[in-house]
C-alpha cells in the first residue's frame, strides 16, 4: 500500500489506537493530542485570570476563517451551530416555504436532517422521498421535480452503507430549476474535501465530532451569503447587524447582517471552537487529499480481505460512489458486535451490519487485526479458532 504520509507519526497523535483497534470514526474520533492541548490551553486561561475573553473571540474568528477556507468559501458565510441536527433545522426553517410547496429528500437518509423539514408538514410543506440506490445524482431527482417543488435536502456521505452521493451534479440540478439545495456533510467533512461553491450549496451542515476531531457539542453551518431572503426562525441580540450596546431591546433595531452571524445566538462554545482551529491546522498538515486517499487504499484493501473470506459489503464497491472511509460489512450486529468488543475492536452496529469506519490513523495492521477475528471465529474447529485468535494478543 503506498504511504501517502507519515502513519506512524499521525497515529502518535491518538493515544487511544495503543490500546484498541479504532475502526469506529464515523461515530466519533477519539481526541488527539493538538485537540487536547487546545483544550487544555482554554482551561488554563481561565483558571488562571477569569479568561482573556477578547482574546478568545479573536480565535473564534481565526477559526471561522479556517473553516470557511477549509469549505472555499468566505469567512462571513460560516455559523456556529450545536451540532448538525441545529444546522439542518436552521436550514430547514430559514428556507420561505409555504404551503403546498414540496421538498425532495432521500428515503433512508439521516433521520436528523429528515425530521428537520418533516416538521414543516404543520405549514402545510410537503416532503418527497426519493429512492435510496448505490447512486444518487441529478438524474435520480430530475422526475420528481414539478411546479411545486423549491428544495432538495440530502446527504454527502451516508452514515450507515458509505454512499458518496454526486452533490455537484444535485447541485446542478438545483440552480437550472432555482431550487434551494441543504447538504449534510457530517459524515464526510474532514476526509473528503468540500467545495461548497462547486456543488453550490445553499446551505451545509455539520457538526465536528467526527471527521473534525473536535468532541461533541459544536457545528457548523454555511450559508451562501447571496441568497440574503433566508433569515433565522428566532432572534437574539447577537444575530443582529447593530446589536444595541446598552442592552436595551428595541423595535425598530431588528435588521440583520449580511453575515451567516445572523444564525447564531451567541454564547458560543468557545473551547471547542479553539480545538476546532487546532484539528483544521492538523488536517491540513497533513493534506485531506492525502487522507482520503489514505482511506481509500485502506478500503481497498478491506474489500480484498472480505471478498477472499466470501462475505458480503453493504452499499457501494466502486471508489467514484462509495466514502473513502465508511464500509458495513455483512455480518449481523446482534451476533457479532460483543465479540469485536472482547476481541479490543471498537465498530459500530449500522441497519444491515457491522460498520467500520477509518481515520487518518488507521493502518493496514488494524484491518488484518479484524479480518483474523473475523477468520477465528468462522474457523471450522476449535483449535483452529484458537489459533487465529492468539496472533491478535
Same mark, same amino acid.
Given at each position: 500500500?503506498?504511504?501517502?504520509?507519515?502513519?506512524?507519526?499521525?497515529?502518535?497523535?491518538?493515544?487511544?489506537?495503543?490500546?484498541? *483497534?479504532?475502526?469506529?470514526?464515523?461515530?466519533?474520533?477519539?481526541?488527539?493530542?493538538? *485537540?487536547?492541548?487546545?483544550?487544555?490551553?482554554?482551561?488554563?486561561?481561565?483558571?488562571?485570570?477569569?479568561?482573556?475573553?477578547?482574546?478568545?473571540?479573536?480565535?473564534?474568528?481565526?477559526?471561522?476563517?479556517?473553516?470557511?477556507?477549509?469549505?472555499?468559501?468566505?469567512?462571513?458565510?460560516?455559523?456556529?451551530? @450545536?451540532?448538525?441536527?441545529?444546522?439542518?433545522?436552521?436550514?430547514?426553517?430559514?428556507?420561505?416555504?409555504?404551503?403546498?410547496?414540496? *421538498?425532495?429528500?432521500?428515503?433512508?437518509?439521516?433521520?436528523?436532517?429528515?425530521?428537520?423539514?418533516?416538521?414543516?408538514? @404543520?405549514?402545510?410543506?410537503?416532503?418527497?422521498?426519493?429512492?435510496?440506490?448505490?447512486?444518487?445524482?441529478?438524474?435520480?431527482?430530475?422526475?420528481?421535480?414539478?411546479?411545486?417543488?423549491?428544495?432538495?435536502?440530502?446527504?454527502?456521505?451516508?452514515?450507515?452503507?458509505?454512499?458518496?452521493?454526486?452533490? /455537484?451534479?444535485?447541485?446542478?440540478?438545483?440552480?437550472?430549476?432555482?431550487?434551494?439545495?441543504?447538504?449534510?456533510?457530517?459524515?464526510?467533512?474532514?476526509?473528503?474535501?468540500?467545495?461548497?461553491?462547486?456543488?453550490?450549496?445553499?446551505?451545509?451542515?455539520?457538526?465536528?465530532?467526527?471527521?473534525?476531531?473536535?468532541?461533541?457539542?459544536?457545528?457548523? =453551518?454555511?450559508? +451562501?451569503?447571496?441568497?440574503?431572503?433566508?433569515?433565522?426562525?428566532?432572534?437574539?441580540?447577537?444575530?443582529?447587524?447593530?446589536?444595541?450596546? +446598552?442592552?436595551?431591546?428595541?423595535?425598530?433595531?431588528?435588521?440583520?447582517?449580511?453575515?451567516?452571524?445572523?444564525?447564531?445566538?451567541?454564547?458560543?462554545?468557545?473551547?471547542?471552537?479553539?480545538?476546532?482551529?487546532?484539528?483544521? +491546522?492538523?488536517?491540513?498538515?497533513?493534506?485531506?487529499?492525502?487522507?482520503?486517499?489514505?482511506?481509500? +487504499?485502506?478500503?481497498?484493501?478491506?474489500?480484498?480481505?472480505?471478498?477472499?473470506?466470501?462475505?458480503?459489503?453493504?452499499?457501494?464497491?466502486?471508489?467514484?460512489?462509495?466514502?473513502?472511509?465508511?464500509?458495513?460489512?455483512?455480518?449481523?450486529?446482534?451476533?457479532?458486535?460483543?465479540?469485536?468488543?472482547?476481541?479490543?475492536?471498537?465498530?459500530?452496529?449500522?441497519?444491515?451490519?457491522?460498520?467500520?469506519? =477509518?481515520?487518518?490513523?488507521?493502518?493496514?495492521?488494524?484491518?488484518?487485526?479484524?479480518?483474523?477475528?473475523?477468520? /477465528?471465529?468462522?474457523?471450522?474447529?476449535?483449535?483452529?479458532?484458537?489459533?487465529?485468535?492468539? @496472533?491478535?494478543?
Amino acid at each position: 500500500m503506498r504511504q501517502h504520509y507519515d502513519v506512524a507519526a499521525v497515529r502518535k497523535a491518538f493515544p487511544a489506537t495503543e490500546h484498541v *483497534v479504532y475502526l469506529d470514526s464515523g461515530f466519533q474520533t477519539p481526541l488527539s493530542r493538538p *485537540v487536547k492541548e487546545a483544550y487544555e490551553r482554554f482551561l488554563w486561561e481561565s483558571f488562571e485570570n477569569a479568561g482573556p475573553k477578547q482574546i478568545w473571540l479573536n480565535r473564534l474568528e481565526e477559526t471561522r476563517a479556517k473553516v470557511a477556507d477549509f469549505l472555499g468559501v468566505e469567512p462571513h458565510e460560516i455559523a456556529f451551530t @450545536k451540532n448538525t441536527s441545529e444546522s439542518m433545522n436552521i436550514a430547514a426553517n430559514a428556507l420561505p416555504l409555504r404551503a403546498g410547496d414540496k *421538498v425532495l429528500m432521500i428515503h433512508g437518509d439521516h433521520p436528523n436532517n429528515a425530521y428537520a423539514f418533516l416538521n414543516l408538514r @404543520k405549514k402545510g410543506v410537503e416532503i418527497v422521498f426519493i429512492p435510496m440506490t448505490d447512486v444518487v445524482d441529478a438524474e435520480s431527482f430530475r422526475p420528481h421535480i414539478d411546479e411545486r417543488t423549491r428544495a432538495i435536502s440530502m446527504s454527502h456521505v451516508t452514515f450507515h452503507a458509505g454512499h458518496r452521493f454526486d452533490v /455537484a451534479s444535485v447541485g446542478e440540478l438545483c440552480a437550472q430549476h432555482s431550487l434551494y439545495f441543504v447538504v449534510d456533510a457530517m459524515q464526510g467533512i474532514g476526509v473528503v474535501p468540500i467545495d461548497a461553491k462547486a456543488i453550490k450549496a445553499t446551505f451545509i451542515g455539520s457538526g465536528t465530532h467526527k471527521g473534525l476531531l473536535v468532541p461533541q457539542g459544536l457545528g457548523l =453551518l454555511y450559508w +451562501d451569503a447571496t441568497r440574503t431572503e433566508l433569515e433565522p426562525a428566532y432572534l437574539a441580540a447577537a444575530s443582529l447587524a447593530e446589536p444595541p450596546l +446598552d442592552f436595551i431591546a428595541r423595535p425598530d433595531n431588528v435588521a440583520l447582517p449580511a453575515t451567516a452571524g445572523r444564525f447564531e445566538l451567541g454564547n458560543f462554545n468557545l473551547p471547542a471552537i479553539q480545538a476546532l482551529g487546532a484539528a483544521i +491546522d492538523f488536517i491540513n498538515q497533513i493534506g485531506i487529499e492525502k487522507i482520503q486517499q489514505h482511506c481509500f +487504499d485502506l478500503g481497498d484493501y478491506l474489500i480484498d480481505r472480505l471478498d477472499r473470506l466470501d462475505i458480503g459489503l453493504v452499499g457501494p464497491r466502486e471508489r467514484q460512489h462509495r466514502a473513502p472511509h465508511i464500509y458495513v460489512i455483512a455480518l449481523p450486529a446482534a451476533d457479532w458486535l460483543d465479540y469485536f468488543t472482547q476481541n479490543g475492536i471498537r465498530i459500530s452496529p449500522e441497519r444491515d451490519g457491522i460498520r467500520v469506519s =477509518l481515520g487518518m490513523f488507521n493502518t493496514i495492521e488494524d484491518i488484518d487485526r479484524l479480518i483474523e477475528a473475523i477468520r /477465528a471465529r468462522n474457523a471450522p474447529s476449535t483449535r483452529a479458532r484458537t489459533a487465529v485468535l492468539s @496472533k491478535l494478543g
